[in-house]
């Protein structure tokens, strides 16, 4: 019994091996999708967004609150427009992406106590554009107006410490954390790897499996071990070394990773095999896939609340093991949680694997059954 | 006229023939229209909300006063955060966010309210979960202005107590305000933003791969491609024909989709619709003969597939949507510019939501015109490069 078992093991193996569309999916994508996708967000953050500038004022206030503005990280003042109309043609164009009016007399309301507002145009259509703006002006707006009023206060005779109590009674922090620079790859890879696990892994049991028979119990059995140690080795690759080497924040024990990693890659496997044995065609399964990589992405909840989503919907979409398990080893990994956080979403995955096996099997028999 | 008219029939040939393949398997069939418009009204279920609401946080108030339980109630108020639960220790709302039952925490540490009267200008901190940062930086922005709220109307007592008027102390408090207005789609609304953008590049991937399937099968097939050719006569009409049925599918969803977002989902149209159209059809067009030039290129059936798949699967992060271009490095500037719906969206964005003038979109029609006419290309050259033996193998056995 054993001597089979291990026989079927190096069968399973060698089946991967010699299949080039298992090879190439099982193999070869994980490597390539985890160093090809992360590429447009490695810059992490916005540097020296380009913005136009109107200062109708022209006064040392004006220059001095745009010089705070290109002092930020994230912005840089690229243009002096002289109106409206072109400045908006240089947005419009996509050579600003923001445009900041200082209307006349900013510093005279300023200095005299009134309230000198400016107005800036952000770009709507791009969200992370928009509030690179908003946080860099306000921050400027901010600090500038402190500093205006403290100094007004302090020359009408008032001792600096009760200036800044009377300013700042109430000092608000907001503090980020897990991803404290907000980096975009650091918010967005850590959940796109996990996903592609579970894609290149059912692409590799679509490819082996599709339209084939079953070759009994303990094969598929032995199969079904070979895919979750071959893709827990492919876990520790893409959810440790990678971070790594593209320095994303990971701080999570690598043992409870496992606790989640492995029941969630049976999952996979079982609901690969359901899915092989359900789509007759190779290539069914594996467009199939492809398309459903980014719904399956948004329903994770990462990156759009979960809670925005209708009820129905989340639902349903727990039968797909990577809507649990997505958010749970982001929690493990980048924000270290402990087993006791994500003991749900072990169950949950266990569950799923028993209830796709089951699925499997019973389609088995179902197609067996009319030839017998 | 009659070479014309020859001509006009082996499109048609061979258009029928693709027709009959379509019509043998109810699976491609499937994938033409049903599944991606399917896939359209699940991504719109998932943002049909526009804006998230009632984002759970927690409370650590260490406080118990007036003050701190009035700074709960202003959090609680916003719309976009919800107050869950209510904490006696950090550590217990740090749990919260570790389980996922909360994107924030607000502490308020014991002796607040004193500290305030006292002038010693205490610290209230919020802790956000910025490792999910959609809802993160919602919650950052809407309890940062909910508790600011707060600090501004002590201020605004303080001043009063110490002998200013009313409209004085409350310009003092913010002596720079900002009146910030996004230009175009002014209300943030994620259903333009997002569900208008990952529509055509899912779409991207539907009308790619249709191509490289017609193309690989014909390539498979016993008959092979010389089949094709000889039904169509001359190359383009071939590659015409057995295309046609699908970019009519594909556009007919990517307008059913537009129909949907525009119609009952309430998005604002404000740009021209006949140029909506043509950078749609090119669109269309410039994906399948990327699809098409693919299937070529490869070896068989999955490895035509799978080259689709790499290509248009991870096409999103390039697009310049979600993070910007101007940020990218220097490979996926130069891949966004390869893909279709890099340009696609661009011209979306100029015309539906800017309305911009037509000079200014036309740099990016010219790109996809240009994708187009390169795929096109390449998809002709390899099709006569594949089909001329076999076609001239063929003759020779007929004659």
């Known amino acids: ?372 | 006229m009659a070479r014309k008219a020859h001509l006009a029939a082996g499109f048609r040939r061979v258009l029928l023939a693709e027709l009959r393949q379509i019509g043998a398997r109810p699976g491609l069939m499937f994938m033409l229209a049903p599944f991606p418009l399917l896939l359209f009204v699940l991504l719109a279920a998932v943002f049909q909300l526009g804006l998230p609401r009632d984002l759970p946080i927690t409370v650590v108030d260490q406080d118990r006063s007036t003050l701190s339980r009035q700074m709960v109630r202003i959090v609680d108020a916003t719309p976009e955060v919800a107050v869950t639960h209510e904490e006696g220790t950090l550590s217990e709302g740090r749990q919260r966010l570790l389980t996922g039952q909360a994107y924030g925490v607000v502490l308020i540490p014991p002796r607040t309210e004193r500290d305030v009267l006292a002038g010693r200008r205490p610290e209230v901190v919020l802790f956000y979960n910025n490792q999910y940062m959609t809802p993160g930086s919602l919650v950052a922005r809407s309890v940062g202005g909910a508790l600011g709220t707060v600090a501004a109307g002590i201020s605004v007592e303080a001043r009063i107590a110490r002998g200013s008027d009313v409209e004085s102390a409350t310009q003092a408090v913010l002596p720079v305000p900002i009146r910030q207005s996004a230009l175009f789609n002014p209300s943030l609304e994620y259903v333009q933003f997002l569900l208008a953008a990952v529509m055509p590049t899912v779409l991207q991937i539907f009308i790619g791969a249709s191509a490289a399937l017609s193309f690989s099968r014909d390539r498979q097939g016993v008959a092979g491609l010389g089949k094709s050719l000889r039904l169509g006569g001359t190359l383009t009409r071939t590659a015409a024909g057995k295309l046609a049925p699908y970019t009519l599918a594909y556009l007919l969803v990517l307008w059913g989709a537009d129909a949907l977002l525009f119609g009952p989902m309430g998005a604002r149209f404000g740009g021209s619709l006949t140029f909506h159209v043509a950078y749609g059809v090119v669109f269309v067009l410039a994906s399948q003969m990327l699809g098409a030039a693919a299937a070529l290129v490869a070896r068989d059936t999955v490895s035509a597939l799978a080259a689709v798949g790499v290509i248009t699967g991870p096409a999103f992060g390039f697009t310049g949507i979600t993070f910007p271009r101007l940020s990218m490095n220097g490979f996926s500037d130069v891949w966004a510019n390869l893909l279709p719906v890099t340009h696609y969206l661009e011209l979306r964005t100029d015309n539906i939501l800017r309305g911009a003038p037509l000079d200014i979109s036309m740099p990016a029609f010219a790109w996809l015109c240009s994708l187009a006419l390169i795929y096109g290309g390449v998809t002709l050259l390899l099709l006569w490069r594949h089909g001329r033996p076999r076609l001239a193998a063929t003759r020779g056995a007929t004659t």
């Open chain 1, 1 to 372: 019994m054993i001597a089979a078992f291990i026989r079927e093991i190096a069968a399973a193996i060698q089946a991967i091996w010699n299949d080039k569309g298992a090879r190439s999916t099982m193999l070869g994508a994980t490597l390539f999708f985890s160093v090809f996708f992360p590429q447009p967000y490695l810059s992490e953050v916005v540097r020296d967004m380009p913005v136009a500038v109107i200062d109708q004022d022209g006064s040392t206030l004006s220059r001095e609150l745009i010089r705070r503005i290109d002092a930020a990280d994230a912005v840089a003042v690229a243009r002096y427009a002289a109106d409206m109309p072109s400045a908006r043609a240089l947005f419009l164009r996509r050579q600003v992406h923001g445009i900041v009016v200082v209307p006349p007399q900013f510093e005279r309301d300023l200095l005299a106590g009134r309230a000198a507002p400016i107005a800036i145009f952000s770009d709507g259509g791009y969200f992370l554009l928009n509030s690179v703006m908003s946080s860099a002006l306000s921050n400027a707006a901010r600090s500038l107006g402190a500093e205006v009023q403290v100094g007004r206060l302090t020359a009408s005779g008032v001792d600096a410490a009760q200036a800044m109590a009377i300013v700042e009674p109430l000092r608000v922090t907001t503090v980020p954390l897990f991803n404290p620079t907000g980096g975009y790859a650091s918010f967005v890879l850590p959940a796109v790897f996990v996903l592609i696990l579970q894609q290149t892994l059912l692409m590799g049991i679509g490819n082996l499996k599709a339209g084939r028979r079953s070759a009994g119990g303990l094969s598929t059995f032995a199969d079904a071990i070979v895919y979750v140690a071959l893709y827990s080795l492919w876990a520790g690759v893409v959810l440790v070394l990678l971070p790594w080497v593209y320095r994303l924040p990971r701080i999570g024990d690598v043992a409870v990773m496992y606790a989640v990693a492995v029941p969630f890659l049976a999952a996979v496997t079982a609901m690969g095999l359901a899915v092989a044995r359900l789509i007759p065609s190779k290539e069914g399964v594996i467009f199939f896939l492809v398309v459903l990589g980014m719904p399956l992405f948004f329903l994770s909840g990462v990156s759009w609340p979960a809670e925005a989503m209708p009820e129905l919907l989340r639902t349903v979409a727990f039968a797909i093991p990577s809507t649990t398990a997505v958010p749970a080893l982001v929690r493990v990994n980048q924000m270290g949680a402990d087993l006791r956080s994500v003991e749900t979403t072990i169950f949950v995955q266990l569950a799923l694997c028993l209830a796709y096996s089951t699925l499997a099997m019973a389609i088995e028999r179902w197609k067996k059954g009319p030839s017998a």
